[in-house]
């Protein structure tokens, strides 16, 4: 009897030790570990960032005029200068050296300044940001800019006298926003209106940004410029343009490697689309009149910077064509650091912040305005893209 007993007390210690989840565990982790594949690692990627490499060229590359790859991925062969002073128009920010272009943009600039002063009464244009002398990512501002078809048009009227090199460096564009959400009657203007109506006008313009609250306000006064609304559905809405506009041309009819944006939808962008942008700008209200009280602490997630390996290919021509040594990673003072700090400057003042009692007002209940309903409790947003 007592050896039925010590038989079956060790049965069931070898079931209970076999039954022990921790030991099951290590067993499994052990034969998870031999089956389980390597983690690659993502390859660090090679040579100095493409925005340094195009920042540092004084000079367009000596070929034929081409705009390369996509707006925001890619070069510019043969780029032109728009004049720093013309009979309509005023380059900004001298500093910066992005008054270059593809022909076709230097061109419709050129059209466009005498156009609207002729038919429409505006004083002249004070241009921006157009490109770099070969186009290419640039060392901040803008993701797009870089196949020479970009360009930012001043909200400001030109002075009638020529400005100073230090008074376009130091002068302030005008922001035309009175709050968030709409803007300044006393300064945007019906003149305003029949600029960017005859900006959007040609053919061969594809797109222009602007201010969600300048679209709005677009759409409110288009019948007070015609009857014809299709201008309109060009004009799109995006962040951060609210003294300047943005406008983007189309490829040359026929170039081989330029990449062209989706065509405008049939309409004209005033309903529901319109709609959703201000659902997205009071959340992004919301967001910074938050860090007012509570900085978010928290970088910002940096994407990794376009190598010259990661644009077209002709990109690699047009950046050592004329016998131009691309600058390597460890040359210190290749993009001296005076036009650095000055590229960075930005043209014009920020986005109106709510202030306590508006921000309250918005987030601690249903806010209705003109255009869209908002509710409480709204997500934050994504911090706002750059163009």
């Not at 690659?40 to 367009?60: C, D, H, N, R, S």
Request: net charge positive; hydrophobic share 40%.
């Amino acid at each position: 009897m007592l050896k039925l007993i010590l038989s079956l007390a060790l049965v069931l210690f070898s079931w209970t030790a076999s039954a022990d989840p921790a030991k099951t565990g290590t067993k499994a982790a052990a034969a998870t570990a031999k089956t389980a594949k390597p983690v690659k690692k993502k390859p660090v990627p090679k040579g100095p960032p493409a925005k340094e490499l195009f920042a540092a060229v004084a000079g367009p590359a000596p070929l034929a005029a081409r705009a390369i790859g996509a707006y925001s991925k890619g070069c510019l062969s043969g780029g032109v200068p728009l004049s720093l002073n013309g009979p309509n128009w005023q380059v900004m920010r001298l500093s910066r050296n992005r008054n270059w272009g593809h022909p076709r943009l230097v061109d419709y600039l050129e059209r466009l300044s005498s156009d609207a002063r002729a038919l429409d009464g505006w004083p002249g244009l004070l241009v921006g940001d157009m490109s770099q002398p070969r186009g290419g990512p640039m060392l901040n501002g803008h993701t797009s800019h870089q196949i020479g078809l970009d360009g930012d048009i001043w909200l400001t009227p030109m002075p009638d006298r020529i400005l100073s090199r230090q008074e376009r460096e130091d002068m302030r564009a005008v922001s035309m926003l009175k709050d968030p959400f709409s803007v300044d009657p006393n300064v945007f203007t019906i003149t305003h209106v029949k600029l960017i109506k005859r900006a959007a006008s040609y053919p061969q313009l594809e797109r222009i940004f602007v201010h969600p609250a300048i679209k709005k306000a677009l759409c409110e006064q288009a019948p007070n410029v015609g009857k014809d609304r299709a201008w309109l559905g060009k004009v799109r809405p995006w962040w951060n343009h609210h003294y300047h506009f943005h406008v983007r041309l189309s490829c040359p009819p026929g170039a081989a490697g330029c990449d062209n944006q989706k065509p405008v939808l049939g309409d004209d962008g005033c309903g529901q689309e319109l709609k959703n942008w201000y659902d997205m700008l009071r959340k992004s209200a919301i967001w910074q009149a938050e860090q007012q009280i509570k900085p978010d602490t928290k970088p910002a997630p940096k994407k990794p910077g376009l190598r010259l390996g990661d644009l077209p290919k002709d990109c690699g021509t047009v950046i050592a064509a004329g016998g131009n040594k691309p600058v390597a990673a460890a040359d210190a003072g290749a993009v001296p650091a005076l036009v650095a700090a000055l590229a960075s400057k930005e043209a014009g003042p920020p986005v109106p912040v709510l202030d306590q009692t508006a921000l309250k007002t918005l987030i601690s209940g249903k806010v209705t305005t003109a255009t869209v309903s908002v509710t409480a409790g709204m997500p934050l947003p994504d911090r706002n893209p750059i163009r």
